[in-house]
């Protein structure tokens, strides 16, 4: 998957009683959207002079959208509040036909079929500070037998923190901004539910794939937040210190009045003797 070093873009559904979603490459057709909420593309393709329907998912594929927006909006609200300055989407797409060969799998129907996803969360400030997140997911197909399911995940984070200066007398703001991928891959059973015919069925095994994403997203997501916490911010902080140093701090304060009373007492002293001689 190419990078990704440009923020999310917020739009609204207006089939959809204006709720919000958010745009990027991978519900990009020209200049048009799709949104997940309604399926419709924001401009209409209608107007597009080259006729172009646009790209939707497989009906299969479509209601574990559906399903997968909806818990993902509820992990948004635990983790970014539950304001309108946060934003969640999932977009999913079926892969080819040859992607979803395997070896181990003895072939693939529809719902033992691989398929790829983008899970996005924006969420804003009032001062212009931003986190995003894109978490692009290959999922594989389903082994028989076994039932495990390998998951690619690629992470990319993009944060911008804008600090306005505590003097009231400046109104300069300092921003600090960058980004963070990484990638990583897990196997999870997917099988563990079983219909009357004893296989699994179609309801079930859209529900193991959102759990299994689900927590995925969420421990890797929360290590790069701690990662980006301890590691880059922290660093940046020293980078600063190692170029500029700040005298003004306390404990080099007090050295300099220490050192100051010092001289004073002693030239003091020395004026004391001079006039007993």
Known sequence: YQRVDVPLKVLQDTHADDRKFLACDHNRDGDSHRSPWSNMY?????????????????ER??????????????????YFGKSTSSVSSVYLWDKEPNDNNNNNSGGTNDEMAGFSGAF???????NGSYWNSIHV???GSIERGSG?????LTTTILISVNTPSEKRDEESTTTISGSLIRQHVRECNVSSSRDSSGGSSSSSIRSEHIVNIGKFIEHVETEMRKEMDS????????VVDMIRKDTMKPTQGQEHTRVLNEAVLAM???KTKLSGK
Do not use: W
């Open 42 to 58: 924001f401009p209409s393709l209608q107007d597009d002079d080259d006729g172009d329907d646009g790209f939707y998912p497989s």
């Open 61 to 78: 594929l479509r209601q574990l959208e559906l399903h997968a927006n909806e818990v993902f909006d509820i992990y948004r609200e635990l």
């Open 120 to 126: 996005l969360i924006q969420n804003k400030v009032d």
């Open 137 to 139: 997911v290959d999922v």
């Open 148 to 152: 495990r399911c390998e998951y690619k």
């Open 231 to 238: 590691l880059y911010i922290q660093k940046t902080k020293n």
């Open 268 to 270: 003091a002293m020395n």
